[in-house]
């Protein structure tokens, strides 16, 4: 008897893990319903993942079925932008004078090139920007450098403290916030937004009952005015995210594929320029002309409705 309390004693912590890690399977399931992995649960198996993530991850066409990339139109608008490039004032790190720099793990090199670009070329009257952040600075300061403050901005953003942060030492007259989910703002505020105006979208990335997303490509979108420039960040080409924010960081986003679901067969909107797709089939023209976006591609897409 004493040797069978000796060998239950010696098995009480893996015993206990057991019992615990049965525990968190129930609270999990209770929680989802379904499992990660279960052909009804929106988050991917990480294991089939592994197994076609050649497939996946490595075929990039230079064509995608039933959406109109707009190749000549977007190597045009990428050479109009080469002179605002030149004259492009930001720097890697943080200078006085300006609120934005490039080194920063939310909105660099590429993406912000493209977003400075975007606002000369444009001269918008109106920036509405859902979100917050390193994007907002290279508003305010294209638009205060170039635009003698213009356009009027107005940043959606329920969390507004990285903003604050990085606008702290001014007040807030050059911005109007909106500090509430993007789903509590009425839909007539986007129509106010006209032809040349920005409408800057980064979002939750997820598709879900009442989401931003939903909200987004359901309803804003469709009442958008013509010539309305519309902004998606995160969006990689082809529409599928990084291997390794799946497999690492087990990021479950889907805003990718609802967007070329959009996109496919839709004339409605044309796409100006996606810059991870410029930047994997026309790397040269990078290298000789706009070096700086090679040192991160970003994952910006720019649209238009019609």
Not at 19 to 48: C, V
Not at 131 to 141: E, F, N, Q, R, T
Not at 161 to 176: G, M, Y
Not at 295 to 300: A, H, L, Q
Request: net charge negative; hydrophobic share 40%.
């Amino acid at each position: 008897m004493k040797k069978i309390i000796k060998n239950l004693a010696k098995k009480l912590p893996y015993l206990k893990s057991v019992l615990l890690k049965a525990e968190e399977r129930d609270i999990l399931m209770n929680a989802l319903g379904f499992p990660p992995g279960h052909f009804y649960s929106p988050i991917p198996s990480i294991e089939e993942i592994k197994q076609k993530q050649d497939k996946i991850f490595g075929n990039f066409p230079q064509t995608l079925p039933g959406i109109n990339l707009n190749i000549e139109e977007q190597l045009d608008l990428l050479k109009t932008f080469k002179p605002y490039y030149d004259e492009q004032p930001f720097t890697s790190h943080k200078v006085e004078g300006l609120r934005y720099y490039f080194e920063n793990g939310f909105y660099s090199y590429s993406d912000a090139i493209f977003l400075y670009c975007m606002i000369r070329y444009t001269q918008p009257q109106k920036i509405i920007e859902i979100g917050s952040g390193y994007s907002s600075c290279i508003m305010l300061d294209t638009n205060q450098l170039f635009l003698n403050n213009r356009a009027s901005c107005t940043f959606i953003e329920p969390y507004p403290d990285r903003l604050f942060s990085l606008v702290k030492s001014e007040n807030n007259t050059q911005f109007n916030l909106i500090e509430k989910p993007l789903q509590d703002v009425d839909i007539e505020l986007f129509q106010e937004l006209s032809a040349n105006d920005i409408l800057f979208i980064d979002s939750t990335h997820v598709s879900k009952v009442n989401s931003d997303v939903n909200y987004i490509l359901f309803d804003i979108l469709p009442s958008l005015k013509s010539g309305v420039f519309i902004h998606f960040h995160d969006i990689f080409y082809p529409f599928e995210y990084p291997k390794d924010w799946i497999i690492k960081e087990k990021r479950a986003w889907n805003e990718d594929y609802i967007l070329r679901a959009f996109l496919q067969y839709n004339n409605a909107f044309e796409m100006k320029i996606f810059n991870h797709f410029l930047a994997l089939f026309y790397h040269d023209f990078f290298q000789s002309n706009m070096p700086l976006c090679l040192k991160n591609t970003g994952g910006s897409i720019w649209l238009r409705k019609n």
